[in-house]
């Protein structure tokens, strides 16, 4: 059918329904692509949780760069493809960098476990050497360190060893005793104090 040199080929069923469907395609294409972006931010989340809890104490989210603030929102919203991208990126980065801050301190800890090794086996070659219990993964404020026995007769006598502290140093300072006060004291011993209680 011919109108104002438009032709319309009405045996086409395609160009009508094309139009009706493209818009909810369109809306199913984009549940499925937030759906998976979803997806992909949880496991990344479970995969950063589950690096600074096994290197706890150790590593933290606080020692990763600071991100770049982002547009403050007035409320609650829900987030565009892009902003779910963005945010999928940035947890992808956070993780690789958990990962480098995790090894670096396994290998902290495997050079820290030879020297101790090495300073039980020959203490004389790691005078007065100090390695705190930290450093091997290990909690508390323990030191090894190597010192001469004897003390001085020791130290010329070239008889070392290595010696565990005994754990956190204790608080110093002087401790203060607060005076005592008469409003402390009850009326029974009030009443004792008192002449009139003597016979």
Request: net charge positive; aromatic share 4%.
């Amino acid at each position: 059918m011919t109108q104002s040199g438009l032709v319309v080929d009405r045996d086409r069923p395609d160009i009508g329904a094309a139009s009706v469907a493209s818009p909810a395609r369109v809306e199913v294409g984009e549940r499925d692509v937030r759906n998976t972006l979803r997806r992909q931010i949880a496991r990344l989340e479970r995969e950063s949780s589950a690096i600074v809890a096994g290197a706890f104490p150790y590593i933290s989210l606080a020692d990763l760069p600071e991100p770049g603030k982002g547009a403050a929102t007035g409320g609650p919203c829900l987030l565009t493809l892009a902003e779910l991208e963005r945010i999928r990126d940035h947890l992808a980065g956070q993780v690789q960098d958990l990962r480098r801050l995790a090894g670096r301190r396994v290998e902290h800890e495997r050079r820290a476990r030879e020297l101790l090794d090495g300073m039980k086996l020959e203490p004389g070659r790691y005078k007065f050497v100090r390695l705190p219990v930290r450093d091997l993964g290990e909690g508390g404020c323990g030191v090894w360190e190597v010192r001469p026995r004897l003390g001085l007769i020791g130290m010329l006598a070239g008889w070392w060893h290595v010696k565990l502290s005994s754990g956190c140093p204790l608080p110093r300072g002087p401790r203060v005793r607060a005076a005592p006060d008469d409003s402390s004291v009850t009326e029974r011993h009030r009443a004792m104090l008192t002449p009139s209680t003597v016979r």
